[in-house]
């Protein structure tokens, strides 16, 4: 269970910058910002992936980056959302 966590939570260093590449636009967001969500995003895909795909004895599985990368995504718009910042680059 901690070995998963710690996968994760690296993965999410990869995942976080992946779910900003993937969204259209500019997002305002810092890197530890973007970190944090891709971590967040990792470890809710790990979650999902073992409750209900049976991906739970491996550390690392394609589904677990797929669904990482989706729940980053949608990290990443929630954020955007409650913090209200737009995709626009200030000028």
Known sequence: ???TIIVALIVGCIVGPLARLILPGRQNISLPATIGLGAVGS???????????????SQ??????????????????????ITGRNNKAVR
């Open 60 to 81: 690392f599985s394609f589904w677990g980056l797929i669904l990482g990368t989706v729940f980053a995504i949608i990290a990443v718009v929630a954020y955007l959302a």
């Open 43 to 57: 470890l809710v895909g790990s979650f999902v992936g073992a409750n209900f795909l049976g991906t739970e004895g």
């Open 1 to 3: 269970m901690i070995a």
